[in-house]
């Protein structure tokens, strides 16, 4: 159970987060327990999370803000292990680093700035550019299974299901672009050998009628050499 002190501290920390919320960051501590906060990061714009959206917690200790809080990531994202303690100097795991003075928007910014980062520590993972985007389009369909987020973060799911439909739209599109082409090019195929044939049976006919001439020409010259 959370001592009074925490529970003040972290009321005040959600009222600041809601006065001056964080960039790429959306979080909220359960109404059942407000030791337990459960976040999402936002992939920021030209990084290899744009687009996706990861979802995580912050389990707080009763004794918070003089101690840190375990921090979880449980969107696979191809730089954090998922449902795994990460270990960063605003965790659990360094309670020797820890400022009483940080806050859940301190412990937030921190873990979206180590999060584009690509320091290795434990609980990261190595993975490539072309992993993490395809993680983040992953991402949208993860959540949507997810009961707890889809309860937590219902303007979330409204983003997420707008970005499927318009993936949607743009996959279709792509689609009857590519099968225009096709049949561009199947009808420019047609043409081009519709004309070789044009071309073709002119100079057929072109070339039997020299022949009837060269072969009149010839008789007729055989002819006046007989006489």
């Known amino acids: 159970m959370a001592t009074k002190a925490?529970?003040?501290?972290?009321?005040q920390d959600y009222k600041k987060?809601?006065?001056?919320?964080?960039?790429?960051?959306?979080?909220?501590?359960?109404?059942?327990?407000?030791?337990?906060?459960?976040?999402?990061?936002?992939?920021?714009?030209?990084t290899p999370y744009e687009g996706g959206f990861y979802h995580g917690k912050l389990i707080f200790?009763?004794?918070?803000?003089?101690?840190?809080?375990?921090?979880?990531?449980t969107t696979p994202n191809g730089r954090f292990q998922t449902?795994?303690?990460?270990c960063l100097s605003i965790s659990d795991y360094h309670p020797d680093t820890w400022n009483?003075?940080?806050?859940?928007?301190?412990?937030l910014t921190g873990l979206l700035s180590f999060m584009v980062e690509t320091a290795p520590t434990l609980g990261s993972i190595e993975t490539s550019t072309a992993q993490k985007r395809m993680y983040a389009i992953q991402s949208w369909s993860f959540n949507l299974n997810d009961a707890l987020f889809v309860k937590l973060f219902p303007e979330i799911v409204k983003k997420i299901q707008d970005?499927?439909?318009?993936?949607?739209?743009?996959e279709e599109e792509q689609k009857r672009q590519r099968n225009s082409d096709v049949d561009l090019s199947a009808e420019a195929y047609t043409a081009h050998e519709l004309q070789h044939g044009i071309?073709?049976?002119?100079?057929?006919?072109?070339?039997?009628?020299?022949?009837?001439?060269?072969?009149?020409?010839?008789?007729?010259a055989l002819l006046q050499n007989l006489a």
């Open 100 to 107: 009483p003075a940080w806050s859940v928007s301190t412990i």
């Open 83 to 86: 449902d795994t303690r990460l």
């Open 61 to 73: 200790p009763k004794e918070y803000p003089f101690r840190p809080p375990r921090i979880i990531m």
């Open 6 to 11: 925490a529970v003040h501290r972290l009321t």
């Open 163 to 170: 970005k499927m439909e318009e993936k949607k739209r743009q």
């Open 17 to 46: 987060l809601i006065r001056e919320p964080v960039p790429y960051i959306t979080a909220l501590p359960l109404n059942s327990n407000i030791l337990e906060w459960h976040y999402v990061v936002t992939g920021p714009e030209d």
């Open 199 to 220: 071309a073709t049976g002119l100079w057929s006919n072109l070339m039997l009628i020299l022949g009837v001439f060269a072969f009149a020409y010839t008789v007729k």
